[in-house]
């Protein structure tokens, strides 16, 4: 998997420390594919990071459940008092610039 490892100008730096028996584990990893050891550290945590991210960012559904969901969009429905009262605290909050959002 080609990540752009050597592509574009390197200005940061990621500094490890691992006992013997891991730093022998991956330069053998290394090794087996062709790549140095730096190459080889990058480019599984750079894939490892996209999968991880993945798996938390994206909602993965099933057909029946997003047909449900989009039901539940399409369908023309009034909001119910919990709604109402979690929008006022909304409003609230961006008016007195309270909001904590979440990352």
């Known amino acids: 998997m080609d990540n752009s490892v050597g592509r ?3 200005t940061s730096r990621i500094d490890v420390r691992v006992n013997e ?3 022998s584990l991956i330069e053998r990893a290394a090794c087996a594919m062709g ?3 730096t190459d080889f550290v990058l480019n ?3 894939e490892k990071s996209t ?3 993945s798996d938390t960012e994206v909602i993965r559904l099933s057909v ?3 047909q449900r969901f989009l039901n539940a969009l ?3 429905t009034a909001p119910n008092d919990k ?3 979690a929008a006022a605290i909304y409003r609230n909050a961006v008016k007195t610039g309270s909001l904590k959002t979440i990352v």
């Open 83 to 85: 709604l109402m009262k």
């Open 51 to 53: 999968r991880v991210i």
């Open 35 to 37: 790549q140095s050891v």
């Open 64 to 66: 029946r459940d997003s």
């Open 74 to 76: 399409d369908a023309n």
């Open 8 to 10: 574009t100008r390197k």
């Open 44 to 46: 599984s945590a750079m």
């Open 21 to 23: 028996d891991t730093k």
